[in-house]
């Protein structure tokens, strides 16, 4: 099964607590031999759910929306990130430079057509800015790929 990950960034210490088992106990539904993930590797929900993946003995596929992407993200993320890209089994482009909204959208929409499920650590609002969880999860479902929001209960961002 391919499932990919798409989610809110910045969440708060308890939130991401909560999000973290969440995705843990999401991913033990799956049959370890047969799971995909395909992540963009961002800091937060992303890399959560790749790191789960990982451990549950699943494959990591990454997306990357840009050739700047990396230097993009938080400083202290970037270990984290360049671990999991050296784990990957494939990674995908999309050929843009900048690390833009549209190239995130990009991105995204790579990684929902090559998966057959996406989780969206979603709480279900509008996105802040273009290319943000919301309209990822409209994307896939206008493409008719399932989604699975996940949203610890009286959290909020």
């Known amino acids: 099964m391919r499932v990919g990950i798409t989610g809110h960034r910045g969440l708060s210490a308890d939130v991401e607590e909560r999000v973290r088992g969440m995705l843990a106990e999401a991913v033990k539904e799956y ?75 990009a991105g995204s929409e790579i990684l929902v057509g090559l998966v057959g499920e996406l989780i969206a650590v979603w709480d279900g609002k509008p996105a802040w800015g273009f290319g943000g969880t919301a309209d990822v999860v409209a994307y896939a479902q206008r493409t008719g790929v399932p989604v699975r929001i996940l949203w610890p209960e009286g959290a909020s961002r």
Do not use: N
């Open 31 to 105: 049959d370890p031999a047969g799971l995909v993930a395909v992540s963009c590797i961002a800091d937060g929900p992303d890399s959560w759910f790749a790191e789960a993946v990982l451990k549950h003995g699943g494959i990591l596929e990454v997306v990357v929306p840009a050739e700047e992407y990396r230097d993009k993200l938080p400083d202290w993320h970037h270990p984290t990130y360049d671990a999991l890209m050296s784990r990957a089994a494939e990674v995908h482009e999309t050929g843009m430079t900048e690390s833009t909204s549209e190239a995130h959208q």
